[in-house]
Each structure stands twice: as C-alpha cells, then as structure tokens.
C-alpha cells in the first residue's frame, strides 16, 4: 500500500500572506466583541514574569494582561450604594449655617469637628480619604441630587434611583442600560460586576444583566487536589446536566448559571483570595474585590458594591459615623489596592435611595428625607461643588429639602464623561450634562505590556532530562499519577533567569499501558488537556511550547503506568526588550506550510532513503518563504516515513557538533512527525541525521524566528476542538477529504490580532491510515502534513498554525474518519 | 376543579411541604379530590414545639438565632404536615423583621412561633390576618426593628406606620403622606419600658390621643391602646369604623375600598411565594378567588390559602415550572433527601451566601423571588451547600469507612458500606452502578428525569472517576437543575 503522501504533487510554494498587524486593543471593545460574536471566557494565562501586580496580588500572572480585553482608553466605574438613605446633611456639613444646627439638632456635627471643604461646608470627620481627594482637585460633590418627584417609600426611591425613571414600569436599571448598549446583545460576563450574591435593579438592563462576583474565592469549581480528573469530569457533568432545560424557562436559567458559575469560578480563582483573607468589614472586603478585578484585567467596565444600613430613624449618633467611617476604609482599601497603572482609568462614585429629613425625630435619628449630596472622584475628575446646596429656610418639621439635580442628570455626565457617551440612550430626555470630568479615561495601562511578550532564541538542541539515565536528577520511570519537575532556567545553556517559555521536545519512552502525559508550567493547576499521549512500548515524541513557572521549571504530569520521559530543549522564549547571552533572540514569522524537504520525491534533498549516521545538510534560507537573511531559527514539521528501525533524528545548527538530542523519534514500519525548531546555521542550513536504519524524511516549514515578526505569549492550555463532544466543531468524526474550520483567536484568552497560535493536535483512533493538513483558512490547501496518525491510535503533535480569514485555522483530513481534538498552549501576535 | 393526579399531588406538596416525599403523594392520592388532599395538607399540628436555647448563654444572640433557624428547619424537614412551617416561613419574608436591628433572639422566636401558631393553624385556630398582625405590631420584634417603640407622641417615629400600609397591607401608592402622619399618630404609645428592657408597655402619656382622619375614616377616637388597630380594621374592613377609602391624592386605586386593594395586594404576595413570581401578575381566575375568600371571611387566612391551592390556575404548567426554590427550601429538601438534621447540615453561612439568611432578609420588603437567586455567585453557594450536606453523611474523611457506614445507618441498613465503596470486598461482588444509582434514587426519595439518571450514570463510567467515588452519583442529582425548582 503506498503512502498516502506520496500520490501528491510536488509541493505548491505559496508566498506568505503579509498579515496585517490587527492590534486588538485599538478597537473598542464593541467591536472586538462583535468581531468574535460570542462571550469571552477568559482563560487564565501561563507564565512567570515580574510586575507591579505582584506586589499588590502575590501570586497573580502578569500575563493575563495579555487578554486586554478593554479598549485603550476604556473608563471603569465603581459604584458605592448606601442604602436605606444616607444623612447627606451630616455627610457634607453645611458648617456656616444656623439653620442646620437647629434642625438637626442633637445631631448636628459641631464645625470644628468637620474636615474643611470651604468657609461654608465641611466634611463628616470620618471622609479623610475623600478630603485628599479634595485637596487634591478630584472629588466632585453634587448637591441636591435627587428625583424631581418625592418619594419616601425606600423601595419606589431606590427603584427610582436604580432604573434611572422617575416613573413608569421599572425593569431595568440605569447601568443596565448602558451595559445593553456596551455589549450589544453579546454574552460577557466579565463586562460588569456587583459584588455580592444579588443583582440590585441598577445593574439590570433589558437584555443584559451583571455578574455577581462573590466577596471571597469562589468555593466551587475549581478541581480538588486529590481528584483533579474527577472533578473535571463532574464539572462536565454539571455542565451537560445543566443544559437540557429551555434557556428561556427557570430550568434552563438555573442552569446558565450554573455553568456560568463554572466560567467564574475558573477565572476569579486566582483573582480572588479566600473569605477569611478579606476584611472583616463587608463594603471593605468589597471594594477591594473590586480593586483585585480591575488589576485582573478581566474587562470589568463598571463594578458596583452595596451596603447598609443608613436607615437610621433612631440612634443616628451610633449608626451614621460607622457608615461613614467604613466608606472611608472602603475607598482607602480600593485605592490601597488597586495597581498604580490604573488609576488613571478609574472613577468612583456613590448613591443612594433619598437623603434624610433636617428635622431630627426624638429618636435621635433621622427620617426619609428627599434630596442628597454624593461624591464623585477620581483622577479625570475636576474638583469642586455641582448643583446647588439645598436652602434648609422656612422648613418646617417633616418637611424635606428642595431637589435641584435630576438624578437622570447625576447619572448621564458620568455616563458621557466616563463610559464613553450615550447617556441618552439610557436615560432619555432632556438633560444638562454636570461637567464633572477634566478629561477622559488615561491611555495606560497599554494592553498588553510589550515586556510581557517574548521572543525565542533558539539554541543547539540540549537533552536537559532524561529519566534513564539521569539527567534532570531522576533515575527512575515516572509513576501514575506523578508530576515530576524539569528544571529549565539555569539548566545548561539556558539563561537562570528571563525565561517565560521554552520549546521542548517531550518524548515518552514504553510506557506499559496507555497513559497521558500534560506538560504545564508549574504553579499552575494542571489542565485538563494532554501534551503527548504516548503509545504503550513504544517511543513517542511531542514538541510542546510550555510557559516555564515562577521557579525556572516546568512540570510534567503522567496519568497512568509507567513511563520514562526525556526532554530536549530547542530553544527557548524570554521577555522582548530583555538582554540575551545568546544571539539575538526572534520573533515568530509563521508561515503557510511549505515542504523543503521530500527524500522521497527529491525535494530539498536527493530522492534517496536516509541512511542512519550519515549527516546531510538542509538548505532552509530562502526556501518554503522563509527570508534569505536575518532568520535565527526555522520551525519544521519534520516526518519520517517508513524506517527500517526503532531510531531518532537530530537536527542541529551547521558548523557546530552533532548534539545527543532527538527532535523525532521513529519506529519501524511507521510515519511520526513531530514539530521541531531549529536553529539556523552560519550558511542558512541545518544539519539532518537519522541515528540507525533507513528512513524517509520530509520537512515541512511552518514558520521561523526572524527579527521582524511576532511575539510568543502562551495561555493555559485549552481545549479548543473536540469532535468528540461537539467543542468548536460538530459533535461528528470528520470524513474523508473533510475539513473542519476552527476559530482560534478572540477565545481562550487569544486575542482577535495573534498571527498564529501553536496547537497541540490530537487524532483520535482513524478508520485509515491518513495525514492531517492545519493551514490557514481562506488559503489554498498545501502539500504539506501535520499529523500522520495510525489508524486505531491516539497521536498528537504541536502545530504552529498561521491564522488566516477571520481568525480561522482548517484541519484537513485525507481518509478514513477520525475524530479531532486541538488545545491552544500559545499565540504569537 | 383541578384533577387528583401524581404530577398535580407533587406539585401541590412541593410548594406546599418544600418535599414531595413518596409516602404523602401517596397518602394524597387516596382522598379522592385536590380538595380533600388540601385539606390534608393545611390540616397542621396544633401546636409546634419552640426552640429551646438551653445551654446557650443569655447574651449571646447570635448563637440563640442560629438555634431557633436551624429548629426552624428541622421543622420543615421533619414535621409530617409541615406546611405550617412553610407558611409561617412565608410571613417572615412577608411581615419583615430582623435579628440585627432587633437584637433579640428571644423577641424573634416570639414573632416566629407566632407565624408558626398563627399563620396558617389547623381549622381550629381560626387565624386571620388582622389577628397575625395586629398581634405581631406590639411585639418587641416588630416594635424594635421599625422603631415603633420610639414613637411618641411629641416626636413621632413614620417608620412602622409607613410601612405597615407600603409593605405589610396595601402596597405602595395606595395612601397618602397625610395618612402616613395619620398612622403614626394612632401608633403612638406602644413602647418598651427602657431602652434596655424587651417587654411591651403601653404608655398612654406617649400617645397621641387626638382624632385623625385615616383613608377617609375616623380613627384613634376610643380606648388609645386600640387607636392603632384602627388602622388596621379601616384597611381590612373590620369592625364598626367601616373600610376604608383610597384617598384621591393616592397614586392609584384612588376611591375604591381599601380592603379590595389590600386583599389584591396580600394576594398577589402570597401567590409570588407559592405560585409563580416573574411574571408580577397573578392569574385573574385564581387573584379573583383569593380576594373573594379574604374579603368574604374577614381575612381568615385558610380560606384564602384554600382558595389558591384548589384552583385551576395553581396547577396551570406555567404556575408548576414558574418558581426557584428558595434557598431555605434548597436545603431543607437536601435535608430531607439525605436524611440530615440541621446540625449536621445547618450551614447557615451558605444560606448568606446563597442570598437568603432565615432571622436576616436584607432589608424590610424581605427576600425578592426567583431571579434574585438565579445568578452565578449565589448558585455557587448552593453548590456548597450541597457538598456541604454530603460530607456532613459521609462523616470527617474521605477515605475511612467511618462515613460510609453512617449513610448506611441513616437509612437503615438500606446501603451498606460495601454497596456505596463498590469494590469487590471479603467474598461480596460490588452493586453495578445502575444499581447504586437506582437505590440512591429511592432511598433519597428523588424523582429525576430519564436524562438525568443517564447522565450520572455516564459519569460514574467515566474513566477517570474511581469507584470510591460513587458520592459524586449524590451530588449530581442534588444540584440538577430541577433539584432548584420549587
């Protein structure tokens, strides 16, 4: 039977589409949402690295900027409620007026007490977090803002306040609104947040709702230590579980939420500390969630916390300064908090249902009154007093204080001045913006940081462990259930620091029976994907790109039997801008695959079977679209076809020594392939040897290391495809000649701009001997090969796809049916 | 007439009892009618037994409020008419306290067995709602957590008054602020002795005896202690001061009779509780039936109750599939299913976080239904709860065989430790999953879909899933989706 490949024609050379450099994060977030049509489930994000979120959130991954969901120069918005009516009289203390005195009466806070706005106003004694905000020009107090007609129910108030409608059915909120406008009828979850375990009225909108971000780690949905599989097996389940009711009845609501529940919690994680860790005080604790969210860089554009109870109709002296004195705390903890980076970005303000009537009852407290100061601060704001200070004369006991700021007009100049207009949308009518901003939301933090992306210097392959024999520190197969540490920084001749990823070639060495084997950066939980899947007595191969962990090692993870594992290392990835000791590292030109090299049809080389020890050279400058100058390292999907004998091929940079490395393993009778990066010698070939019998080789090239180009920022690994259960294609074994067209960027933490991303490809059982083909979708098939599975087997290899129209890869399959499984470890943009 | 049938017995049981548990659906299907068998169901003890708070220090009111929640819901999860303590559940969300403001568990047991006695009661009891709440208005609880017990004559305190007509009877809109003055004024006088001191005491020189015109009526006119009530019999209609009016200066409903308004208003709370709560109308077949029932007898509260649960309307498919439980309800019916009492299951700390503390309802219009419990945070803590009641069977550890054996136990020797662990042991060949399943489905008392069934099945077959995780078969059917639906 002739191998499949052979029947084609020779290679068809495509010269590489120039790919627009897309930024994601100059588009607004509209659109870039539009453009991926679906939520963005955020995935955490691999690798070490250092940043100012270390220090405010140990043990956060800097790279999850790298998700830059917000636009460049998006605001945020954190809301405070006070609710059941906060004593604005006592708040903003009109210290220059008789009047108050003797209406509050016992109440009244003495002037001397107050912190001084100016001759005639000072501030609740407890505020000094708000006065340095006043010293320092940016907190607004508006005066008088209420709703044109009285109310004191509490709940018609603060339904009033929350939907932003003095009147009229009241189903929706004010941020609601804006949050329909923002998301456009698109799912996100990470779009806005209440924090708490309740959705109040303001932040529901017609199609949109907000999340609720609890205030501590989320308990549920994060795999169990001691049952990782398991439990990503009953989250499965749950998920399934949750799907069968209709999505507009109370079954299938329950659960959407569950699973989005699942989505969270997998997110908020590491984003969140547990309950005990927080403060005791609940709107402290809250605010800073709220600060840890936006470190995140989750996407969250308003996030809004509540709390109580201001309702003081009796024992106002006891209840009100406690109030105040935790708003202080609240707005010092979230600015405690909150990374430097952002506060350019944010903007706080507060609200509530009514103020409180002047006449103090003999309760020692204080009635539902009418209208209120609030605050709005933050670093656009421009300081000072808005609105009009409500006169206290000729008011009689139980009468209430004159509105002068609709509510409506409170609510739309934060709206144009801070989230990017559209105030009328939500809030129609006439309207008189307050003009509390000097300007807009800053344009830093820049998305992503470009010291977070990496670039590879290739290096001389070097065996860094092997379980045989020792190298590595390990003497003896791994067990089932074992995750064993391969010590990357500072191991031979890769740098002790600076490393964010490496490229390594995994190979698994006769295991007794089946198993798999999941390579992630450790510190990381373990993913719920497989690296290699080895088969039993036999030696297969896998390169992965894995991000390296805080310590300088990445871990691997074998689920069943025993199995001895080598690891050679072709080069590896450190930040852009950092210094290398080695030659100067490269960006990623990723390329439609191209074949270079057919011994088989004499491409690239003489149309002769490789001998075993015998080197011969390969030109790759110039050749299958790789540049003629400037290229470090070239990216191969090498194949053996049909050797004679168990072995392994090196491939290795001309003009240094044969290293005792294997970039593929072969066996017999079959065709592996297994990506490999090489780095380039002086003359621009690299040097090919087979270590024993005959064999076949093929090389196709998928991309290589220039100094133009993109740069590598891996993600946690994530399950893109699955034919199996119906993720990112149908649920159907994919035929003969078929195709299937996977979305591989704006998902899974991607952006919608990656270049390329490097998948780890698994065929699982084919009906037939075939090939699989990954190129970029909207371009012409090419003769090329990405995966050469056995029919019944499980085979995996890491492919560099070139991303093509509209974010796209295709996978063809040449025959029989197979089913297909892709996890995305990395992009390059 | 609805028709006595099983999926209309669950229905009425699952609302009414938070369980259907086996044994009731088929005691129900015996009577006859959905008549006899609401009867059954409203036909509760006499008198439920209070909350002990033996050995608890005096002080300490945190700790006596986790005592009587938790005997609350053991209540619920164990009495054989529980439907009583349902109810009196229901006025708790309804006729709002809270052991924050009030700061006395003690005053809080007092309004809570007073729901538990009052609100529904066995035909005997005769309760009303003018009786529930005018007795509830001088209680302490009531009197400290809306200030009435600092509503004195010469400084009068609006909040009990405001909200007896915005929440408790009439609804938003239905007065006017000169009624609200004119309520205060008639609630003056009810006190506490001192500030210190949990006990009622009427102080005639703190009320204000002067007449005041009340939704067109005169009230506060006769023996002062009563001028409060006055209020309550014009809304309702009691009593020789004649029902009250809707004033023109209202928002709405300006000139119909306040009892009218006030038997939609009642009606339409009780129907969110019971029948279904997003869509924020009732029904105008079932709204009609149980205005008539409240108005035509006093505000009795049996016959309105009756009223619903016999009614075509209760049973329509949009009423059966219309209501989240509540997260009391959750976990009472995980109680129930496992066999737990709250001790073992309480978790108190969950319910917080699932968004329903009993003793704590966020603020005096009590808990809002449904949507307000479907969002991920709080089905998160449901979750929890749900794992928190199966370590809580299975004991401190995991591996030992201490926890399986107390499932055993807990339901009579019905799964041996053997059966649960599913291996092969001393000469005994391991139950098949299908099994193990099936008897966790009858002895939990479950009533899952085929689908369901299935799909815990495939879960215990997956591969990575050991066979010492056979619990994972109880979790998924206690938090499937249709596990949340009342």
Known sequence: MLDPDISTADAVRLLSRAVANDDPFSIDRRRFLQAIGMGLGAGLVAGPGTSLLDSVLPGHDPAAWALGPIGPTDGILVVIGMYGGNDGLNTVVPISDGLYYDQHGSLAIPAGQTLPL?????????????????????????????????????????????????????????????????????????????????????????????????????????????????????????????????????????????????ELSATLSPVIPDEEQ????????????????????????????????????????????????????????????????????????????????????????????????????????????????????????????????????????????????????????????????????????????????????????????????????????????????????????????????????????????????????????????????????????????????????????????????????????????????????????????????????????????????????????????????????????????????????????????????????????????????????????????????????????????????????????????????????????????????????????????????????????????????????????????????????VSANLVIAKVGTDGNITIFNNRGNVDLLADVTAYFI | MPTLNQENVRHLLRRTEIVDRPDRVAHLLTLGTIEAAVDDVMNVPANPPSASFAGIPANSNWRQGVRLSEHWMDQMASVERSFGERMAFFWHGHICSELGKVESALAMQEQVDLFRRRGLGPAAAGSSVAELVKTMAIQVAMLRYLDNDQNYANSPNQNFARELMELFLLGVGNYTEADVEAATAAWTGHNRPRWDINEYVFDEERHDSTPQQFLGREINQGDPREGGNDTINVILGLGPLGVGKIPPGAEKNQGRPSNEVAAEFLSYKLWQEFGEAASRTVPSGVAAAMRRALIENDFAIRPWVAAMLTHDDFYATATKTGLVRQPVEFLVANMIALGLDSERAGQLWLLDQAGQQPLYPPNVSGWKPNGYWVNASAMGARQLIVQGCLWALQGDTWAGDAGYIQFGENNANRLTKIEIQGRWQDGIDPISDEEFVDRVILYTGLRPPASTRDRVLAHLGHPDVAAWMRFDALFLLLSAPEMHIA
């Open chain 1, 118 to 262: 100016d001759a005639n106003s000072g501030l609740h004694p407890d505020l000094g977090e708000l006065k340095r905000f006043w010293d320092a020009d940016q907190l607004a107090i508006v005066e008088g803002v209420g709703h044109m007609q009285d109310e004191f129910s509490h709940f018609n108030s603060m339904a009033k306040w929350m939907s932003g409608r003095p009147t009229g059915l009241t189903s929706s909120g004010w941020l609601g609104r804006w949050l329909d406008g923002y998301l456009g009828g698109n799912k996100d979850l990470f779009a806005a947040a209440e924090i708490g375990h309740s959705i109040p009225l303001h932040m529901i909108g017609e199609q949109s709702i907000a999340t609720t971000v609890p205030t501590g780690r989320p308990g549920f949905g994060v795999p169990r230590e001691w049952r990782t599989e398991a439990d990503i097996a009953l989250f499965g389940a749950v998920r399934d579980l949750a799907g069968v009711g209709a999505s507009n009845s109370w079954l299938g609501r329950v659960g959407q939420s569950q699973v989005d529940q699942l």
């Open chain 1, 278 to 793: 927080l403060p005791d005080t609940e709107v402290v604790a809250k605010l800073e969630v709220a600060a840890r969210l936006i470190n995140a860089n989750l996407g969250f554009r308003v996030i809004s916390a509540g709390f109580g109870d201001f309702d003081s109709h009796a024992g106002q002296p006891n209840q009100h300064p406690v109030r105040m004195q935790e708003l202080n705390s609240a707005v010092q903890r979230f600015f405690a908090t909150l990374d430097p980076a952002w506060v350019g970005r944010v903007t706080v303000m507060t609200f509530s249902e009514f103020g409180r009537t002047p006449f103090s009852n003999d309760g020692r407290g204080t009635d539902h009154g009418s209208s209120a100061p609030h605050f709005v601060f933050g670093a656009g704001v421009k300081g000072g007093f808005y609105g009009q200070r409500p006169s206290l004369a000729g008011l009689r006991r139980w009468e209430r204080m004159p509105t002068h700021v609709d509510m409506r007009d409170y609510y739309g100049s934060v709206i144009d001045g801070w989230l990017g207009g559209g105030a009328s949308d939500v809030l129609p009518g006439n309207r008189n913006d307050l003009g509390l901003f000097t300007k807009g939301p800053d344009a830093n933090p820049v998305f992503p940081p470009t010291s977070q992306r990496s670039e590879f210097v290739a290096m001389a392959p070097e065996r860094l462990y092997d379980s045989r024999s020792g190298i590595g520190g390990r003497t003896t197969a791994i067990g089932p259930g074992e995750t064993v540490k391969i010590k990357i920084a500072g191991a031979g001749t890769v740098p002790a620091s600076g490393v964010t990823a490496v490229a390594v070639n995994l190979t698994s060495i006769r295991p007794n029976t089946k198993t798999y084997l999941t390579a992630f950066p450790t510190g990381q939980s373990r993913p719920d994907s497989s690296t290699l899947n080895p088969r039993a007595r036999s030696v297969v191969p896998n390169m992965t790109i894995v991000g390296v962990g805080n310590d300088g090692t990445i871990s691997v993870y074998n689920n069943t039997s025993k199995v001895h594992l080598t690891a050679d290392v072709m080069g590896y990835f450190q930040p852009s801008g950092g210094s290398s000791s080695a030659s100067s590292p490269g960006k990623m030109l990723p390329l439609t695959p191209s074949r270079i090299l057919d011994t088989r049809s004499g491409v690239g080389a003489a149309k002769a079977r490789v001998r075993g020890g015998k080197t011969f050279t390969l030109q790759v400058l110039g050749e299958g679209g790789v540049p003629t100058s400037g290229v470090d390292a070239v990216v191969l999907n090498l194949l053996s076809v049909r050797p004679t004998q168990n072995g392994y091929v090196t491939a290795w940079p001309t003009g240094e020594d044969r290293p005792n490395t294997a970039s593929l393993s072969y066996r017999a009778g079959r065709t592996i392939p297994n990506l490999a990066m090489c780095k380039v010698g002086p003359d621009g070939k690299i040097n090919v040897e087979a270590s024993t019998g005959q064999v076949d080789l093929v090389a196709d090239v998928v991309g290589c290391f220039s100094d133009t180009g993109a740069q590598l920022s891996p993600v946690a690994p994530r399950r893109l495809l699955d034919t199996r259960t119906g993720i990112g294609a149908a649920k159907a074994r994919v035929r003969a000649g078929g195709e299937v067209t996977l979305k591989v960027t704006g998902i899974a933490g991607v952006p919608a701009g990656a270049q390329a991303v490097a998948l780890n490809v698994s065929a699982v059982r084919p009906t037939k001997q075939t090939f699989l083909t990954v190129y970029p979708t909207g371009e012409r098939r090419p003769e090329a090969s990405s995966l050469n599975p056995d029919p019944g087997a």
